[in-house]
């Protein structure tokens, strides 16, 4: 359990500012703020106020690695990559 | 005066970071290998069995009490540490009491194998604990010196960090930005990308790591508004201690600990016991306290179930009373030192850690990087604090990885009844890093690089095969007996010398890149353009063909 939440965290967040397509630019960065909002809550859910903030943190510290490596070298693959990933979450947040 | 705030902070941020950088470089690493001080221990105890599967916590405790009754009798407090997530094999500990003239006796931990009951005996070594040390105490000097010197630059890179914020002013425009280009380009935005994507971590662990010494630092402040009997007042808020009963030297037989376990499992409703800490073990006053992984970084009643050894009954009271100040300083080490963290946590701590380690690489060589054109335009060649910075930067930044390794291969390689191994196994580390360090005087500093990367990539890659070759702990074995955490360690160290690798060849093609295109600009420079264009491309073919 506790280990898909953490999946969770870092995979949510993936979905972020970082726009490719500029059609629906508008919506993106709400869209974000609440995303991050609600991984903060998933978080603090599942350890509590002190690990859950901590743990936040550090997820999003290697989301945000994982993120600029990828548009680096491989910008077109961050759409797919991040939609494969929330798949993931939402899925394993169903299972428990 | 530079001429406004900005640059005046650049300057500062450049002198602080280049001054400690190299012991900050090797502080973080030793930090960054920290987290996983008790795995590496474990690899390099290979005596040590493998994990055992499917055991039940009670068995785990009669055994641990058993060995206990009959080697630790009459000592105040025995610890048994079941095996968990970072070190597979049942623990026991016990301190002894104190020889004549000292005042705590020293404590003795073994490690007992589950199949016979008996203790067993692994080579002398450090392990992960000596590494783990030397992030805070270094090596070679007096503690009360190392303190000193650790909490210098750490305070240089508290100001560092704040320096770095206040200097990128971009830094929420260029949050993602990353031109992975050659030269200052490129250094330049991987130092911001580093810094800024464990900005949250790297504040929290130099402000933490400040506090560990507080009152060494702050020494003149406690001494001079306290008084010797407030001071210890302070003390005890500070760092509450468990309360128990003493022995009364009555003995009786207590209840078997597994017994004892049933009470703590309902309380909390789960079978999650990390360790036992038994007080006045088979006296009238014996207690056992059964303390489960952390729950919250500052401090969690539940954690810990105190009962009574003899009646069996649960004690109410917390054993440990924290005030708020307690919980302060709890929060704080628990967050440097990740005390809290799960296996997944604990991954991102360590590579957070290598984060920082690498901001810090980053730096230093984005110092070399930006000054190097017109280092390199000078008469006499560069001068000598460029010279200085760079074979310190090569010693260091890969320098330091490989005598790290070397600290593994001489826990392999080392005679196991060599007197003084653990002196033995540290100072193998550090003459290979002296090696390393003096060795890019003698060499043009592109060689020295490459070479250092090779020889990395080589150390690295290599050790795994060395452990098959030395122990039965090797990965081959960990994988058929499911030891997970052994494997791991094999094939981190394996990843690590294929990163080395990876960063060899890369550096290779860079360099030859350039002299590739130096040749053909000057080759095409020197004739005309039309006809001759086929021809100025054949000597870059032939170079390209000679050195791939």
């Not at chain 1, 960065?29 to 859910?45: G, M």
């Not at chain 2, 016990?94 to 020293?106: E, H, L, S, T, V």
């Not at chain 2, 930044?397 to 653990?422: K, T």
């Not at chain 2, 070479?451 to 890659?461: P, R």
Request: net charge positive; glycine share 6%; aromatic share 12%.
């Amino acid at each position: 359990m506790v280990l898909f939440c953490l999946a969770m965290d870092k995979h949510r967040e993936q979905i972020l500012d970082k726009c490719i397509a500029s059609t629906v630019v508008g919506f993106c960065r709400p869209t974000a703020w609440l995303v991050l909002l609600s991984t903060t809550y998933l978080s603090v859910e599942s350890f509590g106020w002190s690990i859950g903030v901590a743990v936040l943190f550090g997820a999003l510290t290697i989301a945000t690695l994982l993120l600029i490596l990828l548009l680096t070298y491989r910008a077109k693959t961050v759409p797919p990559v991040a939609v494969l990933l929330s798949l993931i979450v939402s899925i394993s947040l169903v299972i428990r | 005066m530079k001429e406004n705030f900005r640059q005046s902070m650049k300057w500062f941020h450049t002198w602080v970071g280049l001054i400690v950088g190299w012991v900050l470089f090797f502080m973080f690493l030793t930090g960054t290998l920290g987290y996983f001080y008790q795995e590496i221990t474990r690899w390099m105890e290979p005596e040590r069995p493998f994990i055992e599967h499917n055991i039940s916590n009670e068995r785990l405790l009669d055994i641990a009490q058993n060995y206990l009754s009959e080697h630790a009798q009459g000592v105040d407090e025995w610890d048994i540490m079941l095996p968990n997530a970072r070190d597979q094999n049942l623990r026991v500990g016990w301190r002894k009491p104190p020889a004549a003239g000292a005042k705590r006796g020293k404590y003795q931990k073994t490690v007992l194998d589950i199949s016979t009951g008996d203790k067993v005996d692994s080579r002398a070594t450090g392990g992960g604990r000596l590494l783990y040390r030397m992030h805070y105490r270094l090596h070679y000097l007096p503690t009360k010196i190392s303190y000193w010197l650790v909490g210098f630059c750490s305070m240089l890179m508290l100001l560092a960090v704040i320096t770095g914020v206040v200097i990128h002013k971009k830094i929420f425009t260029d949050f993602f930005t990353f031109r992975a280009k050659k030269g200052l380009v490129g250094w330049l935005d991987i130092h911001n990308v580093l810094s800024v994507i464990a900005l949250p971590f790297h504040f929290m662990i130099t402000y933490s790591g400040l506090l560990f010494f507080l009152f060494t630092y702050m020494v003149l402040s406690s001494n001079l508004q306290l008084s010797d009997d407030e001071y210890s007042e302070m003390r005890k808020e500070i760092f509450p201690r468990t309360s128990h009963l003493e022995s009364a030297n009555e003995p009786k037989d207590m209840l078997k600990i597994s017994h004892l376990y049933q009470q703590a499992k309902n309380t909390w409703q789960a079978d999650e016991l990390s360790y036992v800490e038994v007080f006045a073990a088979n006296d009238i006053n014996a207690q056992a306290q059964f303390v489960r992984h952390e729950t919250d970084i500052t401090y969690n009643p539940h954690d810990a179930v105190m009962v009574n050894a003899v009646t069996g009954e649960v004690i109410i009271q917390a054993p440990k009373e924290y005030t708020v100040s307690g919980m302060i300083h709890n929060g704080f080490f628990s967050l440097h030192e990740g005390q809290f963290a799960g296996p997944i946590a604990r991954w991102i701590y360590f590579i957070t850690g290598l984060i920082g380690t690498a901001m810090i690489a980053s730096g230093l060589i984005l110092w070399t990087t930006k000054r190097r054109p017109k280092q390199m335009k000078k008469l006499n060649g560069p001068d000598f604090g460029y010279r200085l910075v760079e074979q310190l930067n090569i010693g260091t930044i890969v320098g330091l990885p490989i005598a790290i390794a070397m600290y593994f291969y001489a826990n392999r390689l080392l005679p196991i009844e060599l007197s003084n191994r653990v002196n033995w196994e540290a100072n193998v580390m550090f003459i290979s890093w002296a090696i390393l360090l003096l060795y890019p005087a003698f060499r043009p500093a592109t060689k020295a690089w490459r070479e250092q990367l090779q020889l990395a990539a080589l150390v690295y890659m290599a050790l795994p095969l060395v452990n098959i070759l030395t122990t039965d702990k090797h990965i081959i074995n960990s994988v058929l007996q499911q030891d997970w955490l052994l494997v791991a360690f094999d094939l981190s160290l394996f990843i690590i010398g294929a990163c080395f690798a990876f960063s060899a060849y890369k550096y290779k093609t860079l360099t030859l890149d350039k002299k590739q295109l130096t040749k053909a600009a000057k080759a095409r420079a020197t004739k005309t353009k039309g006809v001759v264009v086929d021809k100025s491309l054949l000597p870059l073919q032939a170079m390209h063909r000679e050195n791939s």
